[in-house]
């Protein structure tokens, strides 16, 4: 514990509204893509390091900021400074986008709302869980202390910001235990406050902030660009009627702002000017999309082209396994060169796919090599519709990403797991290869680059979740079918499943559909072979445990259920007055009877 004063006291406490009601974190992690670097390879923790990209030194470890090797220095300059610096490229994002992501699911774990907030930065709210343990007593701040004060707040702020002092020790230290990276925090009542005093005494430690400091605090900041909603648009409008210090912000009147912004916007300023901000923290969802892009001085063959998709396929199929979601829409996009205007400009394409290019086996997502030919080819195809070939083109960038995506589930008890093991997954909504023009992007920009870099989009498109749960739709095929089964298909249709737990919120639909099964090819070779099948078969033609099935059930399918189900579903048969199941629509049936399995059996028509 270490409680230090860093200023004298301000004001006295005068809040006792409920603005300091809530309990908010940043956490940011120290030298970030440095530490992603030293923990791969513990050599270099020894040396000053620095992370270049191009001739710039983005990030340098500690050991090198001592001598003086500072954030976004040319490379050049840097060895001057530190000449036995020792220099790793940090062109490809990917090992930071997982160290990133792993530090997020460390701090989920919470189960608070965290808000990613570029790569290495986090914000926590944790004023529901400061509320649960504000009872139990110890109320021991943790870290530093921004001004201490020695009034307590009538509304009990105090307290729950030294409670959230402990929780932000703790996750710091869960991040250190679990990944190894240190991490500095900031601890207040709202978001802003929370991410400026993070840094406050960096590396390796934390600091918090009551709300009567605020004022004083934003005080000491020298320019109106510290406060990290103020752009520089802002900020020159706001220097041009010489307002430069966020002091300069606080003393101008309300009045004078409204002169240069709107009355929303003036605000805004004033209350960040004193530390005031009511944003929530919104927890953040997964990427919307997952993108690479690859930019060079200038491509005009497509064989060349080609290659470069070739090549950024391969990379993002990496990312995309990474994932689990599997994709179904792909976007191309293109960065023209337009010599005439000496400018160059993007355009994109994008077509659905269909998921059945993906496969599952093991709970990996996977593609075959005719999976990747295929994905080539609808690349392809949306490449000649963005360039007509029979004339000259020149190209300085190509990009591809996966833009939409079905959830899969997770968790032992997901009924998905026992319908996603070691197979091929299908769509119902009937998604074609064929390439739409449904979504078309221009936009323009200077050409620039010299040489190839390759940028990661993922982290860029980070959104947050969305309120409503998303619908999903899945065919699911199984692993073995024989040849039977791909002639004469089967009878049993189980039509939209629905699940009554946390998966409910995910997946709305879910067929197993044998008459789709001869569309899709089969998923795992080495698995998939004939004695599989045929023993499978086997199976079914002894008996099984479906002697009580009607006609119309696939026994194969009802055996590969859990016996659970298998028990509901024979109760059903035996005594369907007492079921729920009707054989009319599954959707009536589902808006007015609670949620069972055996509402989703129903017969094949
Ligand atoms: P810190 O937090 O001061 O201990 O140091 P870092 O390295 O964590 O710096 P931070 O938190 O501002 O940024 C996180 C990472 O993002 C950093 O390790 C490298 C990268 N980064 C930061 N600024 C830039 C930049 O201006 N350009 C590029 N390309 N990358 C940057
Ligand atoms: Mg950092």
């Not at 943790?142 to 703790?170: F, V, W």
């Not at 064929?434 to 620039?448: H, K, L, P």
Request: aromatic content about 4%; charged content about 25%.
């Amino acid at each position: 514990m270490d409680d230090t004063i860093m200023q004298s006291s301000s004001s006295a406490c005068s809040y006792v509204d409920n603005e300091h009601s809530r309990s908010i974190i940043h956490i940011d992690v120290d030298c970030f893509y440095a530490q992603v670097e030293m923990l791969r390879n513990p050599e270099l923790r020894a040396v000053p390091l620095g992370i270049q990209q191009k001739n710039i030194v983005v990030t340098s470890n500690y050991e090198a900021r001592n001598y003086g090797v500072q954030k976004c220095m040319l490379v050049t300059d840097a060895v001057k400074v530190c000449p036995n610096l020792k220099l790793v490229s940090g062109e490809d994002l990917h090992n930071y986008r997982a160290a990133s992501n792993k530090i997020f699911e460390v701090l989920l774990t919470w189960k608070c709302p965290v808000e990613k907030l570029g790569m290495d930065e986090n914000f926590i709210d944790v004023t529901k869980l400061v509320e649960e343990k504000v009872k139990s007593g110890n109320q021991t701040l943790i870290g530093h202390m921004y001004n201490e004060m020695s009034m307590e707040c009538p509304c009990g702020c105090h307290t729950r910001l030294k409670i959230a002092s402990q929780i932000a020790s703790d996750m710091r230290q869960k991040i250190y235990n679990d990944l190894g990276y240190t991490t500095c925090a900031g601890i207040a009542h709202n978001k802003l406050l929370a991410k400026l005093v993070c840094p406050l005494h960096k590396p390796n430690d934390q600091t918090t902030i009551f709300p009567e400091s605020a004022e004083g605090f934003m005080s000491t900041l020298q320019s109106v660009r510290c406060i990290p909603s103020i752009g520089s648009k802002t900020t020159e409008t706001l220097i041009s009627h010489n307002i430069i210090s966020v002091s300069d912000l606080q003393k101008a009147s309300l009045e004078e702002l409204k002169k240069n912004f709107s009355s929303d916007m003036a605000v805004r300023l004033k209350n960040l000017s004193l530390g005031e901000d009511s944003t929530p923290v919104k927890q953040t969802g997964r990427p919307q999309s997952i993108g690479l892009e690859d930019s060079f001085k200038t491509v005009s063959v497509k064989s060349e082209v080609e290659d470069k998709f070739s090549a950024l396929l391969q990379r993002l199929l990496v990312l995309v396994r990474e994932d689990g979601r599997i994709p179904v829409s792909l976007r191309v996009t293109l960065r023209k060169k337009d010599a005439k205007r000496l400018s160059s400009h993007r355009e994109s394409r994008q077509c659905q796919i269909s998921p059945s290019i993906f496969t599952i086996t093991n709970g990996t997502l996977a593609v075959t090599d005719a999976g990747q030919q295929k994905l080539m080819t609808i690349i392809m195809r949306l490449f000649n519709k963005l360039i007509d070939l029979s004339k000259p083109f020149h190209l300085t960038l190509v990009g591809l990403a996966f833009t939409k995506f079905q959830e899969r589930m997770t968790g032992r008890s997901s009924i998905v797991n026992y319908l996603m093991n070691d197979i091929s997954v299908q769509s119902v909504l009937n998604l074609q290869n064929d390439c739409d023009t449904s979504a078309t992007s221009m936009d323009y920009s200077a050409a620039s680059p010299s040489s190839s870099t390759t940028t990661d989009l993922s982290d860029a498109e980070v959104e947050p979740s969305p309120k409503k749960p998303k619908k999903v739709n899945w065919i699911a095929k199984r692993r073995c079918l024989s040849k039977e089964e791909v002639a004469s298909p089967s009878k049993l249709k189980v039509g939209e499943l629905r699940l009554n737990s946390k998966e409910l919120e995910k997946v709305s639909e879910l067929r197993l559909n044998s008459r789709d099964r001869s569309l899709t090819p089969r998923a795992s070779p080495a698995k998939d072979n004939l004695s599989d099948a045929s023993d499978s078969m086997k199976d079914v033609a002894e008996g099984g445990n479906c002697d009580d099935c009607p006609s119309y059930v696939d026994k194969e399918v009802f055996n590969a259920l859990p016996d659970e189900m298998q028990q509901e579903l024979k109760a059903m048969w035996k005594n369907p007055s007492s079921s729920e199941v009707q054989r009319s629509s599954p959707r009536t049936t589902n808006k007015a009877k609670p949620n069972t399995i055996l509402k989703y059996f129903v017969p094949h028509k």
